[in-house]
């Protein structure tokens, strides 16, 4: 029998299979988009995307790049051959990389290769025991032409002394240089679902002067005098690009901020920016150090989401829900880039019940939002996001 359906309510909805990402429970990859699984149905859709009649799972691909999603099997054995089809346009937007049998293998990895961005909607189906057999899962990827934002990054030693030489450091990850290169391609792999792709110029470094506290910038107060967030953005800045600025602590428990053009008024800044904290916090100005708990590859995955989640701020991305910390607690938003909190709080706390979204124990997702629920003003993130990058006057 290849479907076990154990009834025990008067009406149950039956789901075979389903969509995830593949690797779930691990870092992001840009050869692994994440789903946007929320309902059924699709009867909100951004504005100007066609209609579909798609039930199942959104999620990005890029045009020319190949990914792989994953097909889980909830009450259906594993004997039970699968397939995925791509069904039939004349302007096909992707391809399946099963061969021609389309047989999906034993761990539910399905290649895909994205070939066009023509708004046409094609769906991805799963169908049982052939290419012709019965529909058991369908999914809709959503296809993007790239858009290139160029970022130039920013090594910042911050000193007491009024100028050279001070005792700041160069900030540090795992205790080594940072590897600007691993940030990345770790920020290209969340946002390519978006069609987004960085262009991470020369990383150049500088010393600061006059601050209150070596290797820590103050949150507060607004503004860009010297030891502020804001006066660290103020300088150095390359035009016709985000200027991304790598310190080693932020004061009051904040490890990172992202300001563009229309922002610039509510912290006073001169210049729009984002400023991420690698090494960790501090409380006040003159407090105690609160390091990252986080080591090793674990390390880099929360830097470069919290990258990843300022430059979403830079495209004019809110809070997921225009929630502030500790954020929501339903399991949804924690799975989304632009949840206010990195690391999450733990299970246990409010109702939470989950450690692990799909990241790894405490790691905030990296899911940037595609379908547009009427009840949630901050929905449709991708087409929003796009907006802004495709429109540099506005953008830098």
Known sequence: ???????????????????????????PSADSPDMDDRGFRQPTRPAKW???DARGPQFGMMVGKSVRVQVVREDLDAGAPLFAV???????????????????????????????????????????GSKDGPILAEAEPHIFSPLTVNVTPHVCRLHVAASAPGAGHTPQINGAPIDMARIRDGVNGVW??????????????????????????????AGVAVGTRGHVVSQHQVPNTINAYFVAHITEGVLGTGVN??????????????????????????????SRPSSGDALYQEIINDVSHELGHF???????????????????????????????????????????????????????????TNIPTDAEVPQARLRARDPSKLY
């Open 86 to 128: 791509a069904t039939k346009k004349s302007n096909p937007q992707f391809r399946v990389d099963l061969g021609v049998t389309g047989q999906i293998p034993p761990d539910g990895v399905i290649p895909l290769t994205a070939l066009a961005d023509s708004g046409a909607v094609q769906k991805l189906e799963v169908r049982l």
């Open 50 to 52: 066609i209609s579909t």
């Open 192 to 221: 390519q679902p978006a069609g987004v792709r960085f262009n991470f110029g020369t990383t150049r470094e500088h010393d600061y002067f006059g601050y209150s506290r070596d290797n820590v910038a103050l949150r507060q107060p």
């Open 1 to 27: 029998m290849a479907v076990d359906v154990s009834i025990q309510n008067e009406f149950r909805i039956v789901v075979p299979v389903r969509f995830r990402r593949n690797g779930h429970g691990g870092g």
């Open 315 to 373: 495209l004019t991305l809110p809070h997921a829900a225009q929630v502030n910390s500790p954020g929501r607690a339903d399991t949804f938003t924690r799975k989304c880039l632009m949840h206010p909190n990195n690391l999450l709080p733990q299970a246990g706390s409010g109702n939470i019940r989950f450690d692990d979204i799909g990241y790894g124990t405490g790691h905030r997702g990296c899911l940037i939002t595609t379908k547009a629920h």
């Open 261 to 290: 053009r229309d922002t610039l008024g509510l912290l006073s800044w001169t210049k729009p920016g984002i400023i991420v904290a690698v090494e960790g916090s501090v409380v006040g100005a003159t407090g105690a150090l609160f």
